[in-house]
T-cell receptor
């Protein structure tokens, strides 16, 4: 089945700098890649997603890139702010059947923004 | 607020007991998903229901079962509870992306924190 590896597990950056989190997936049939932000004790919140027919997507300070050949995708956060501190999860959606789907998550990255 | 609701927020129970977690999807969403989040296993997919029918299954234990009712709310039943079942249980629902093989965006509820003592 699908396996998603996420790196790094922890990341600390200075406020205003950029942060990059990388994920690799194993199932070449996976075609949807969302990123979720989770604050302590709260629900995972979708921040950006990308589908396999697109190579890059941007939303203000957040961007995601997808390399289908290499089976990896990355989250880029620019001009980081203290409120960006959280755990970030990448996920991949393997093809499991008609009308069926599941998210396979990476292990998470704890991002800390230092003022 | 994602529009997905879950009750209860917290649940404390003893080993060997049975509990029921409840989820109401966003208005208009037909699919409901259940995920378990524990410290050692991360976020793991348990099961998906679409309009009352089971559609996808993950590593859900035989002691766990779920169903989706005609009003589209879903319940996750956990029985013969063990210490290792202590976790956050999330429900998510999705809006169709427009095709049977097009993945849907999933929105998560606030979760139920289960503590087994």
């Amino acid at each position: 089945g699908e396996n998603v590896e996420q790196h790094p597990s922890t990341l600390s950056v200075q406020e205003g700098d950029s942060a990059v989190i990388k994920c690799t997936y194993s199932d070449s049939a996976s075609n949807y890649f969302p990123w979720y932000k989770q604050e302590l004790g709260k629900r995972p919140q979708l921040i950006i997603d990308i589908r396999s027919n697109v190579g890059e997507k941007k939303d203000q300070r957040i961007a995601v890139t997808l390399n289908k050949t290499a089976k990896h995708f990355s989250l880029h956060i620019t001009e980081t702010q203290p409120e960006d501190s959280a755990v970030y999860f990448c996920a991949a959606t393997p093809l499991v059947g008609q009308g069926a789907q599941k998210l396979v998550f990476g292990q998470g990255t704890r991002l800390t923004i230092n003022p | 607020d994602s529009g997905v609701t879950q009750t209860p927020k917290h649940l404390i129970t003893a080993t060997g007991q049975r509990v029921t977690l409840r989820c109401s999807p966003r208005s208009g969403d037909l699919s409901v998903y259940w995920y378990q989040q524990s410290l050692d296993q991360g976020l793991q997919f348990l099961i998906q229901y679409y309009n009352g029918e089971e559609r996808a299954k993950g590593n859900i234990l035989e002691r766990f079962s779920a169903q989706q009712f005609p009003d589209l709310h879903s319940e996750l039943n956990l029985s013969s509870l063990e210490l290792g079942d202590s976790a956050l249980y999330f429900c998510a629902s999705s809006v169709p992306a427009g095709g049977l093989y097009l993945p849907d965006t999933q929105y998560f509820g606030p979760g139920t924190r289960l503590t087994v003592l």
